[in-house]
């Protein structure tokens, strides 16, 4: 009986993983104290690598399929160790199965705002979030740049990484973008484009693809969105006129129903109708003044204006009161004047019946 038929419960002969891991990303077999014996079975299933390390240098790189370990199927470990013993010995590397499945539904997302100018608004403060899938495309650099001796790497690991570089990406094409905010919703697949194209030099260096890469929201502040909010229901309004004739039916219809409280709901309903209609959506409005009664037959109508003095509305008065208060000196051509049918406040001398008190008054003392 050989030494190796002796040794025989120490040698490793079978390699294969058979987890069904959806996390885990790269799985190192576990070798302490064992040797691999030559002609072992090494299974690598469809969406695996197998990746040998021998003496901390990566050796070699095996896809799916099923192998037996010999000299013919280990060049590089053929000469990385230099098979002694008629290339019968037994030997020694560590092995790390590489997950090269495709990881979907990975979430990224910007951890504070993003500063970015908008034509429309000016500076704003943006948000954004999506999700992502990764895959393996290169175990032997995914290896030496990532992984190093982790046994157990999982996808948490460099998911973090990604989303830096991703949220760093994304940044430069909003600035670069140049579109409006309100338009972004309708752009967030041009934007992912140019965000998938920008990072994928600097995932590849890290031995992965992203396969897919999506926007799903670009917001705003919620201050903001509140006054967007606003400015929305104020086109969707229209004419506040009717708006408020409208709220006034409502509010009467539903206190109509209310059967409970009849006769005190719709009462209420009924003040508050009369309120909105008098005052408008807006609040409460001044009362228009009470009609004046017809002239008396066969007696012309003095006409009135009320003027603005010290930033208040006095009179109405007569051309009689005015003409007093030219000669006293607080009422000059420059004074604003109103009268029912004008349009607007006027200085008085631009209405003819005001301009004449002016002419009429006599030139200053000599000296």
Known sequence: MSIFDILGGEFIDIIEWTADSRDTMVWRFDTVGHAIKYGAKLTVREGQAAVFVHEGQLADVFGPGLYLLETNNLPILTRLQHWDHGFRSPFKSEIYFVNKTRFNDLKWGTRNPIIARDPEFGPVRLRAFGTYSMRVTDPARFMSEIVGTDGDFTKDEITLQIRNVIVQEFSRAIAAANIPVLDMAANTGQLATLVAKAIAPVIETYGLTLPEFYIENISLPSEV????????????????????????????????QNQGDA??????????????????PWGAAPQP?????????????????????????????????????????????????WTPGQDGWLPAEDVPELAQLFTMMPPPLPG
Request: charged fraction near 15%.
């Open 225 to 256: 969105e509140a006054m967007l909010d606003k400015r929305t229901s104020m086109g969707i309004v229209g004419d506040l006129g009717r708006f408020s004739q409208y709220a006034a039916s409502e509010a009467m219809m539903n206190a109509a």
């Open 263 to 280: 006769g005190a709901g719709f009462g209420a309903a009924m003040g508050a109708a009369m309120g909105m209609a008098r005052s408008g």
């Open 289 to 337: 003044a009470p009609a004046a009664p017809p002239p008396l037959p066969g007696r012309a109508v003095e006409t009135v204006w009320h003027v603005a003095i010290g930033g208040q509305a006095q009179g109405p008065y007569g051309r009689g009161h005015l003409g007093r208060m030219v000669a006293d000196g607080s009422f000059a051509r420059d004074t604003l004047v």
